[in-house]
């Protein structure tokens, strides 16, 4: 997936939430940090969460080495990406 396509699922994660009401695709896209779009680090982790809740039936838990990267939008993305596969990796017996 582009990195505008996780911009995109970011942005729809953000409209879910109740600090994310009205926040559009165009102003994530002019971001360059979280603190642009008036999200707190708290948010940001409750954000992830839902993503991974969303996208991997909560398949996977939060790394602390993601946790620097939720600052600035391109390494939030970052994270999207990496969740996502992550999230479909086979199983491992």
């Known amino acids: 997936m582009a ?3 996780y911009r995109q699922r ?3 994660i ?3 939430q109740p600090f994310g009401d009205g926040l559009t695709y165009e102003q994530v896209a002019r ?3 979280r603190q642009e779009l008036g999200i707190s680090s708290l948010n940001m982790i409750i954000v ?3 993503y991974i809740n969303k ?3 909560g ?3 939060v790394r602390p080495e993601w946790v620097p990267r939720l600052n600035d939008i391109d390494g939030i993305v970052s994270v999207l990406r990496e969740i996502d596969a992550v999230g479909v990796e086979p199983a491992r017996s």
């Open 59 to 61: 398949t996977i838990t």
């Open 48 to 50: 992830l969460m839902n």
């Open 3 to 5: 990195t505008d396509d």
């Open 31 to 33: 971001a360059r940090s």
């Open 55 to 57: 996208y991997t039936d």
């Open 10 to 12: 970011f942005a729809e």
């Open 14 to 16: 953000l409209a879910t």
